[in-house]
């Protein structure tokens, strides 16, 4: 039996888990993000402590990661949170810690990109090569999988800062992004909710018009996102994306928006089956992190 | 000797070539689009001739075409033209006639596919894995590649159909997609320049307010991309981009709109190699068909 664990790392906490070659979660554990150093300390004690109790230890590591961060293992940078503005955590080396302590291999991606691998995997994209995973939240993240494949390319996709149309008319409110005001995440993610309402998202009732200016900003996002990378599933997850009224709203706005265009039947005819949540719920992090383990040992099995 | 051919399929004219194993071209022909019979029979006339002027005929074709067009070679429409609006077009199956003419394997993209890969085997992407390739002319359309693979997906990418932020201020105009009337194409594509200004681009000075405008909404574009894909490089072609005065306008647009966000130095220090012109200019298409047949020879050699 070989066993695996995965991080989720993230900005507010951290969740740990080890399983077996599956996806079955053999041991768990979650605390609070504090200071580089005691957290990064509490992951190693973890897998140490889990390593004593099973019958060989893990095999390989996997981070699902808040960012910016480095995730080229060809760069010299690899492994480290880069420019976040989380006090403290800029320029920290997660990968080495975790290589120096265990000596196995450790993969490494952002959260979102994880995420999408998982859902790819174990969930609601399971056997496609082309598709999005997208969380709404406190922030606006994007993970995509092109040809089977996360996309990475310079840095990491950051799907949050797109633009996308601002209809002053019907919504004064400017924006949260300290960098764009009203790009997508400065318009859509949890805070333009309170800024906007005066009130937090999941106080608003379902029937608000809140959700149907939500849906719309959404919506122009995916247009933008199916123009460009024409996905063959997207999946809506994150906090906003618990009121699930906001799924339909999405998915009758972008058939509005795409009038026609982007003419595929999974679009036109089953789009319901296109625009959907993730099967993994809130564990597609940390189940990402785990499948991008399994898939590194794979590789270099291959190799 | 191994030969070559390559066919750029386009609206308003076709081109074909014979290459070796190379770039260098052998022999041309260009003639306007009319008929698919027609067309597609002159096509075949070109091949046939060439075949018999040389040692050995040639192992494989590749097709850049307009679109929309069915890429999948495991879909039943393989090889088609969709639901293009040039009269008589639509459903038009072009790889076919070419597999039954010549018993070679057909390579069959979209012409910015085609021209992306192109790009990424002798032009100005060489030897980069992410990128993106964009005409802006008659039309918009992008060409991604992602680790090294074009980006497909459900269709494939129809990047000119992006929504960007619509200055209605400064721009009274409505923009021309008969789709989305003010989507990324509506604005900022060539008709967008004549109907705005009531007279062709090319004929607007370098110092007229139109350049500016166009430069904004070509940034606004961009930052979607760099965002969605995160290319290593993004490269602008088409007849509106035969305008140079607009590279360093986008540029420095690009630059303020992103405003320190995605802290690259290949974007904060390199601005200018890395929104750069194609390498390989109006050859891009037909020497990516090219580049497609070479691709579609070498991994069934290695499969």
Redesign the interface.
Known sequence: MKYFGGIEAGGTKFVCVVTDSGKEILAETRFPTTTPGETLNRVIDFFRSQNQQMDEPISALGVACFG?IDPQPTSPGFGYI??TPKPGWANTPVVPPLQEAFHVPVAFDTDVNAAAVGEGVWGAAARLD?FLYLTIGTGIG?G?V??G?P????????????????DWNRDPYAGFCP??SDCFEGLAAGPALLGRWQQPGDTLPPEHPAWALEAHYIA?AL???I??????KILLGGGVMQQAQLFPMIRAEVTR????????P??FDHIDEYIVPPGLGGRAGVLGAVALAQQLVASSDAA
């Open positions: 910016p880069t420019t082309d994007g995509g092109s040809n494949r996309l990475h390319g310079l840095v990491h996709p950051e799907m949050g800062h797109i633009r996308i149309p601002h960098y764009h122009l247009q933008s996102f123009c460009t990378l024409s996905p063959q928006l795409l009038n026609g265009y982007v003419q595929s999974a679009i």
